[in-house]
């Protein structure tokens, strides 16, 4: 059985039990999440979250270039009032440099990938400062909400706070 069968097989199970389908569309807790992909991290349980209070975007190292556009409707449309973004500790993102994985794409894949940023970074606390400059100069989302930067270490679970 492949691993997408299992899921779909849990899923099934969940459906039978689920009780949370009239849940509003915006989030209770009027906040917009953005965390990195890695899989150590369960943002729900590390933050005391359930469903419905807040919108949690992923991506490789959280970055919030890519959570821009998210950000927008998620304020804009689903009146979100504050943005933490959260970047962790081991992250993959440090591992490589966007030259490293272009030419991997290219030798693998075949892939021309000259023109993708892939956003790697080298310190961990600078990426977080350089994401909330990011989202401090954009011209789409809200400046007048609280936006705040974290490194959440994977061994411990805890957060530390990046001053800016």
Do not use: W
Not at 3 to 16: G, H, M, P, Q, R
Not at 76 to 86: F, H, K, M, Y
Not at 102 to 126: C, M, V, Y
Request: aromatic share 4%; with cysteine; proline share 4%.
């Amino acid at each position: 059985m492949s691993v997408i069968d299992e899921l779909v097989d849990a899923n099934d199970s969940y459906a039978k039990e689920f009780k949370k389908g009239e849940l509003p569309l915006p989030p209770k807790r009027k906040i917009a999440i953005v965390v990195c992909m890695d899989a150590r991290i369960d943002p729900a349980k590390a933050l005391g979250l359930e469903e419905g209070d807040a919108h949690v975007i992923r991506n490789a190292g959280g970055r919030l270039v890519e959570a821009l556009r998210s950000i927008a409707i998620s304020q804009q449309l689903l009146g979100t009032q504050e943005v933490a973004i959260i970047h962790h500790t081991d992250c993959g993102m440090l591992t490589f440099t966007d030259a490293q994985l272009r030419t991997k794409l290219r030798e693998g894949l075949n892939a021309d990938a000259d023109n993708i940023s892939f956003l790697a970074f080298r310190d961990l606390d600078q990426s977080v400062r350089d994401d909330i400059a990011i989202y401090r100069s954009s011209p789409i989302v809200r400046q007048d909400v609280p936006v705040r930067g974290f490194v959440y270490d994977v061994r411990s679970g805890k957060l530390r706070e990046i001053r800016v």
